[in-house]
Antibody, heavy 122, light 111 residues
Framework: QAQLLQSGAEVKKPGASVTISCRAS????????IHWVRQAPGQGLEWIGW????????KASQQFQGRVTITRDTPATTVYMDLISLRSEDSAVYYC???????????????WGQGTLVTVSS | QSVLTQPPSASGTPGQRVIISCSGS????????VNWYQQFPGTAPKLLIF???ERPSGVPDRFSGSKSGTSASLAISGLQSEDEADYYC????????????FGSGTTVTVL
């Protein structure tokens, strides 16, 4: 069945950048958009952005525009999220999640990756 | 500050029916379907309800969803101890060139 496997936890200093990977398996990679969502400790879910895995078109939430870049490596069936200029408020668990659609993003996310904890601390 | 508003908590005894509300606006719930996610501590969220009221395969039929106007709700009938979790509603928002918006989350406690 479809699975998303994310890279391991990261500890970064303020101002640094982080790259998280999300490797997909068990389905046709180009047939589904991938989203990124984060959750700060004890807080709710916050949507970051999405990427079309067929053509690489990506879009981030206005809140993250200019700081986040989402890319994909089709042969490796892997999506990457780069977040720059990290601050303490970026400390969170970051999730990737598969959309049911290939062309137009929706709010249908299944499955989710296991999550990657990013800690930003001096 | 979440775009969609949910009560922070809800509770019930085993067997009771619990309803969680999710309030939005015309740019999100009023014009787009609502999905619900269930999350246990330390784990990733799981899709529970999609397209307002549809259940993915494997989700017990005691979970049901509905939508009316700019609000949606999730009902858990025959509450069980294993239903203790956080629940989030989600919708698409047509403002700002489109974005996914989540509710603030509701923690369900089985008394």
């Amino acid at each position: 069945q479809a699975q998303l496997l994310q890279s391991g936890a990261e500890v970064k200093k303020p101002g640094a950048s982080v790259t998280i990977s999300c490797r997909a398996s068990g389905y046709n990679f180009p047939s589904h958009i991938i989203h990124w969502v984060r959750q700060a400790p004890g807080q709710g879910l916050e949507w970051i952005g999405w990427i079309r895995t067929d053509n690489g078109r990506a879009k981030a939430s206005q809140q993250f525009q200019g700081r986040v870049t989402i890319t994909r490596d089709t042969p490796a069936t892997t999506v990457y999220m780069d977040l720059i200029s990290l601050r303490s408020e970026d400390s969170a668990v970051y999730y990737c999640a598969r959309d049911r659609d290939a062309n137009w993003p929706t709010n249908w996310f299944d499955p989710w990756g296991q999550g990657t904890l990013v800690t930003v601390s001096s | 500050q979440s775009v969609l508003t949910q009560p922070p908590s809800a509770s019930g005894t085993p067997g009771q029916r619990v309803i969680i509300s999710c309030s939005g606006s015309s740019s999100n719930i009023g014009n787009n379907p609502v999905n619900w996610y269930q999350q246990f501590p330390g784990t990733a969220p799981k899709l529970l309800i999609f397209s307002n009221s549809e259940r993915p395969s494997g989700v017990p039929d005691r979970f049901s969803g509905s939508k009316s106007g700019t609000s949606a709700s999730l009902a858990i009938s025959g509450l069980q101890s294993e239903d203790e979790a956080d629940y989030y509603c989600a919708s698409w928002d047509d403002k700002l060139s489109g974005s996914c918006v989540f509710g603030s989350g509701t923690t369900v406690t089985v008394l």
